[in-house]
């Protein structure tokens, strides 16, 4: 079936750590790919997106993710987390009108 | 500028009660959206509505119903509640895909089904 798979259900970092969320997808084709967050108390906002052209994309807050189309995979990374970064992350896959998400990756950055 | 907005942020029914969860976005957005979001399974799609006046169902619409009231407008029903149904609601808009390329979102509603 098709679907969207993040490795890691929840993450403890400390502060200044680095960061690599996995996310792979299973949809054939071509694809739009995006990282959402979801700070606690919030909605979700847009984090970065992947479209074409260069496989390595720069959001915002230092985030950076890499398409790699071989792998069917779009990691989010960070060189060095802040308490500020607690928050879930979601994967996400544009197929046609329909958006699929990640079940989701639960940052905690301990001070 | 107040993007989506969602209403009620909190709602507790009981088996069987009926009720519409409200939505309306003001960026002149033609696709929304209503997703649902459980602990471990993330969002997913319950009905879009990809322009007004066209509703389709997505990955769970089961229970559910949606109507396209107007262009802002796209309202989430639940004819008789059930407590699966316990969940987070949020409802998101967008421009067609390669205009716009993000979905925004509304701050969610929390129901309860007793």
């Known amino acids: 079936a098709q679907s969207v798979s993040q490795h890691n259900h929840h993450v403890i970092l400390s502060e200044a750590a680095s960061l690599e969320l996995g996310c792979n997808y299973s949809y054939g084709g071509t694809v739009n790919l995006f990282w959402y967050v979801q700070y606690p108390g919030q909605h979700l906002q847009l984090l970065l997106k992947?479209?074409?052209?260069?496989?390595l994309v720069k959001g915002i807050k230092g985030f950076e993710a890499e398409f790699i189309k071989s792998k069917f995979s779009f990691n989010l990374r960070k060189p060095s987390v802040q308490w500020s970064d607690t928050a879930e992350y979601f994967c996400a896959v544009n197929v046609g009108n329909d958006m699929r998400f990640g079940a989701g990756t639960r940052l905690t950055v301990k001070p | 500028n107040a993007g989506v907005t969602q209403t009620p942020k909190f709602q507790v029914l009981k088996t069987g009660q009926s009720m519409t969860l409200q939505c309306a976005q003001d960026m002149n957005h033609n696709s929304m959206y209503w997703y649902r979001q459980d602990p471990g399974m993330g969002l997913r799609l319950i009905y879009y509505s990809a322009s007004e006046g066209t509703t389709d169902k997505g990955e769970v619409p089961n229970g559910y119903n949606v109507s396209r009231l107007n262009k802002r407008e796209f309202s989430l029903r639940l004819e008789s509640a059930a407590p699966s149904q316990t969940s987070g609601y949020f409802c998101a808009s967008s421009e067609p895909w390669g205009l716009n390329e993000k979905l925004f979102f509304g701050s969610g509603t929390q129901l309860s089904v007793l």
């Open positions: 992947y479209f074409s052209g260069d496989p």
